[in-house]
């Protein structure tokens, strides 16, 4: 099992930057696929971005990507996210999640998720 602590969240201006970190416990980190989800109030869960086991693949949903990005560090045990000129419609709760397959984007396959973290972007 890993569990999984999310940090890095805050409030920040449109056009602003924020890292996110999640924090892995156990010693089988580097077997898993880490990625992102996030959710907006009256909102669905949705994938941000993906990463996986060895760092070597990443992907991104089409909303985030040329603004975000995602790495890890194995030695560490952690996640990070990444996120550039913010906009409001990123506002949500963001979560870390870890899952044994590979290249997985839906949230059913990801058997660990953090507490989450709140991201708010002003306008």
């Known amino acids: 099992q890993v569990q999984l602590v999310e940090s890095g969240g805050g409030l920040v201006q449109a056009g602003g930057s924020l890292r996110l970190s999640c924090a892995a416990s156990?010693?089988?980190?580097?077997?898993?696929?880490m990625a992102w989800f996030r959710q907006a109030p009256g909102k669905e869960r949705e994938f941000v971005a993906l990463?996986?086991?060895?760092?070597?693949?990443?992907y991104y949903a089409d909303s985030v990507k040329g603004r975000f990005t995602i790495f890890r560090d194995n030695a560490e045990n952690t996640v990070y996210l990444r996120m550039n000129t913010l906009k409001p419609e990123d506002t949500a709760i963001y979560y870390c999640?870890?899952?044994?397959?590979?290249?997985?984007?839906?949230?059913?396959?990801?058997?660990?998720w953090g507490q989450g973290t709140q991201v708010t972007v002003s306008s």
């Open positions: 990463i996986n086991r060895s760092a070597g693949s990443t």
């Open positions: 156990g010693r089988t980190f580097s077997t898993y696929t």
């Open positions: 999640a870890a899952s044994i397959r590979s290249y997985e984007r839906r949230n059913t396959e990801y058997a660990y």
